[in-house]
Nanobody, 125 residues
Framework: QVQLVESGGGLVQAGDSLTLSCAAS????????MGWLRQAPGKEREFVVA????????YYADSVKGRFTISRDNAKNTVYLQMNRLKPADTAVYSC??????????????????WGQGTQVTVSS
């Protein structure tokens, strides 16, 4: 049984940094794409960033490019999302997700097979 457990959310001020973690368990994730998606109140869920577990290739939404960095630690089976220069517009519930594919549809939330419970990130102005 695949489990994804996020941690690291919280309340920060604009311009601050925050790191989210996603601890993955239940299988090896070679061949998987791991993604972070977010949903703000009253808005649709949107893609933030993804990483190919095997190759390490990364993909970023334009809104976070240059501010957010995704990485993985194979030994710990953990994916990290380093968020810098946070903005109030980044306020959302951030969810870690996994899908067994390395194709280019990493931005499609509906194609992810496994989800974490989500962690709240609130950025005050």
């Amino acid at each position: 049984q695949v489990q994804l457990v996020e941690s690291g959310g919280g309340l920060v001020q604009a311009g601050d940094s925050l790191t989210l973690s996603c601890a993955a368990s239940g299988r090896t994730f070679s061949g998987y794409t791991m993604g972070w998606l977010r949903q703000a109140p009253g808005k649709e869920r949107e893609f933030v960033v993804a990483i190919n577990w095997s190759s390490g290739s990364t993909y970023y939404a334009d809104s976070v490019k240059g501010r957010f960095t995704i990485s993985r630690d194979n030994a710990k089976n953990t994916v990290y999302l380093q968020m810098n220069r946070l903005k109030p517009a980044d306020t959302a519930v951030y969810s870690c997700a996994a899908r067994y594919s390395s194709d280019t549809r990493y931005y499609r939330g509906d194609l992810y097979n496994y989800w974490g419970q989500g962690t709240q990130v609130t950025v005050s102005s």
